[in-house]
T-cell receptor, first 111, second 115 residues
């Protein structure tokens, strides 16, 4: 019962910014947006999360719309190592023990 | 710090055999999760523990699956008897609820093939 909608796949040229969209139109006021990625043959890895402000860390930036119904994960300079499945997840922070993964977006970085 | 450690990494077994997958969570983490991943169903949460106590096992597919956490540093997921449809990657993950970034950390997975 994933609460998010993501495109099944996307392509991005190496060196360009990869912009991965996520719709979460039913998000509640206390729910955060989390992003994970799964590189082939590995377990998912945390990227970033946010509540309503835009966030940036060493891996990516997260842009959340003002109405919080959608967000975009930005990888500023995509490399071949960024080829992975990216999962957008909505959860109520620390009060939500479970992390439920949807289908995610398969991102292909093209050389 | 060592991450989540799973064993075995790969197992091939015959239908009907018992399979035991093992997990050592990150030291100090109070939550442990078992997930299963297949091409058809994606990444599914099977069961999770808090302070060694099972909290939600609603994702366990059937009675052939069981999980235990006898102490804070060890958990097992057992399948008995195994069937070909159990072939999947089984991930263990752990979480420390009181950390600055509340996230879970996954192991490298146990790749199970039942023939």
């Amino acid at each position: 019962d994933a609460k998010t909608t993501q495109p099944p796949s996307m392509d991005c040229a190496e060196g360009r910014a990869a912009n991965l969209p996520c719709n979460h139109s039913t998000i509640s006021g206390n729910e955060y947006v989390y992003w994970y990625r799964q590189i082939h043959s590995q377990g998912p890895q945390y990227i970033i999360h946010g509540l309503k402000n835009n966030e940036t860390n060493e891996m990516a930036s997260l842009i959340i719309t003002e109405d919080r119904k959608s967000s975009t994960l930005i990888l500023p300079h995509a490399t071949l190592r960024d080829t992975a499945v990216y999962y957008c997840i909505v959860r109520a922070g620390r009060r939500d023990d479970k992390i439920i993964f949807g289908k995610g977006t398969r991102l292909h970085i093209l050389p | 710090d060592a991450g989540v450690i799973q064993s075995p990494r790969h197992e091939v077994t015959e239908m009907g055999q018992e399979v035991t997958l093992r997990c050592k969570p990150i030291s100090g983490h109070d939550y442990l999760f078992w997930y299963r991943q297949t091409m058809m169903r994606g990444l599914e949460l099977l069961i999770y523990f808090n302070n060694n106590v099972p909290i939600d096992d609603s994702g366990m597919p059937e009675d052939r699956f069981s999980a235990k956490m006898p102490n804070a540093s060890f958990s097992t997921l057992k399948i008995q008897p195994s069937e070909p449809r159990d072939s999947a990657v089984y991930f263990c993950a752990s979480r420390a609820r009181d950390r600055v970034i509340d996230t879970i950390y996954f192991g490298e997975g146990s790749w199970l093939t039942v023939v």
